[in-house]
Structures are given as structure tokens and as C-alpha cells.
């Protein structure tokens, strides 16, 4: 079992940064691929990214590439999200997810945190 927090949204002009962290409780934190997804008001869940449980395997939607890093840290059973050159469009509830794979579909994920709330203004 793998329980997740997300932090570290608020409230950015276009053109900040934020940094959104997703703490993992659980022994088996390390084992897991874990990735970052959106949910845009009347819209579906998005993926924006992924990290291998190694960290050696990364990848990232289009639309952010370029902008925002994942990384991070199995001795804090922490991953973040580095988002720079934010836009009003990236304004979304933003949810770190737990899985077995290093992959952007949504069904293949076990666990999903409550979600962080990041609003862009222009």
C-alpha cells in the first residue's frame, strides 16, 4: 500500500515557477514508477509526466517538455515537479500517481494522491 500528498500548488503569474512535491508513505516507494498528471476544470485527467523508479527512464507530455522536470528522491520517498514558464493554460488540480510501469495511461496506475490545486494567472 502506498499512500500519497501532494503540495506546493498555488496561486503563479504567467512566466513563474512552482515547485510541486508528492510525498509517498510506504517501504516500497522505491519500486514504484511515479507520475504527474492534470485535471483542467471540464476536463479530463491528463498525463504530464514520469519517472522510472531508478530515475533513469523519464518522459513528458508535448505540451510541457522543455518546461517542467520530474525528479526524485527514494531516501525522502519524495517526487517532485519543476515547473517553470508557467502558463495560464497549465492552471489544473495536478495528482502524482504510484505504478508499475513507465507509462503516460492512467489505468495502469495503483495509487493516486488528493491533488494540488495550481492556478496561472495572465
Known amino acids: 500500500q502506498v499512500q500519497l500528498v501532494e503540495s506546493g500548488g498555488g496561486l503563479v503569474q504567467a512566466g513563474g515557477s512552482l515547485r510541486l512535491s508528492c510525498a509517498a508513505s510506504g517501504r516500497t516507494f522505491s519500486s514504484y514508477a511515479m507520475g504527474w498528471f492534470r485535471q483542467a476544470p471540464g476536463q479530463e485527467r491528463e498525463f504530464v509526466a514520469v519517472i522510472s523508479w531508478s530515475g533513469g527512464r523519464i518522459d513528458y507530455a508535448d505540451s510541457v517538455k522543455g518546461r517542467f522536470t520530474i525528479s526524485r528522491d527514494n531516501a525522502k520517498n519524495t517526487v517532485f515537479l519543476q515547473m517553470n514558464s508557467l502558463k495560464p493554460e497549465d492552471t489544473a488540480v495536478y495528482y502524482c500517481?504510484?505504478?508499475?510501469?513507465?507509462?503516460?495511461?492512467?489505468?495502469?496506475?495503483?495509487?493516486w494522491g488528493q491533488g494540488t490545486q495550481v492556478t496561472v494567472s495572465s
Open positions: 500517481a504510484a505504478g508499475r510501469l513507465v507509462v503516460a495511461s492512467m489505468s495502469l496506475y495503483d495509487y
